[in-house]
């Protein structure tokens, strides 16, 4: 991201503030009427995707006045016209090959980390809870001596310490969630849950998830998160 990066989430409010006014809607972000909840799904979206992709990063006033002009028309029952705005800024509503590389090393905590996670849940109320991230194999496991404890070489010791700290370890958890998993070991810890909490957590389904089966799993999540982002549109 460029020097400019601090003001593009404000930039990046503008249109939806604007968008909301011409709704007229003072109850929409709780209203959960089917098309208040696709427009809400849409602008959450795009604005994920207009900070990702720096979409605002060189903006200028005729920019903002030219999204304001394509929003003027909108009234209380227009979808938000996500599409109509990205390519207004002359950006694609998904992420390319060399995006998605980039994305999968974002690492625990990062700037942008929760948003791309958040992208992963489609269909999840962010309203009325409180989501942490949480290292599925837990964080505490990956020290030194304690991979050199368990007979790893070098090159797995830094194989394990380059992966578990990015997405392919990270989940999105409630708070009451991730205080119960808390430094349960994976492998424990996922006999608890059901099938659609894996599917919803893009779980891989492995014959084992222990400990040294970590390499593994994280290779075979990163191809699950690659394929759920390249169907965002």
Request: aromatic fraction near 12%; proline fraction near 5%.
């Given at each position: ?79 938000f ?68 404890k ?63 089966s ?20």
């Amino acid at each position: 991201m460029g020097s400019t990066s601090n003001v593009v989430a404000p930039l990046a409010l503008l249109p939806i503030a604007f968008y909301l006014m011409k709704r007229g809607n003072s109850s929409f972000d709780t209203s959960s009427k089917a098309e208040d909840a696709d427009a809400q799904v849409a602008i959450r979206k795009w604005f994920i995707f207009s900070i990702l992709k720096n979409a605002f990063g060189g903006s200028s006033d005729t920019t903002l006045t030219q999204l304001r002009d394509l929003l003027s028309t909108c009234g209380p029952a227009t979808p938000f016209p996500a599409d109509a705005l990205c390519k207004s800024l002359e950006i694609e509503p998904r992420f390319n090959n060399t995006e998605i590389d980039h994305v999968l090393e974002y690492a625990y905590q990062g700037r942008y980390t929760n948003l791309v996670l958040s992208l992963l849940y489609p269909d999840r109320d962010w309203k009325d809870a409180v989501f942490h991230e949480d290292h599925i194999f837990p964080k505490s496991e990956f020290q030194v001596r304690a991979l050199k404890k368990r007979g790893y070489d070098d090159a797995k010791v830094q194989a394990y310490l380059s992966k578990h700290n990015i997405l392919s370890n990270l989940q999105l958890l409630t708070d009451s969630q991730n205080l119960s998993k808390n430094a349960t070991p994976f492998d424990e810890w996922i006999q608890t849950r059901d099938a659609a909490f894996r599917k919803r957590h893009l779980i891989p389904d492995l014959p084992t998830y222990g400990f040294d089966s970590f390499e593994e799993f994280s290779k075979a999540r990163a191809a699950l998160i690659l394929a759920a982002l390249k169907q965002l549109q």
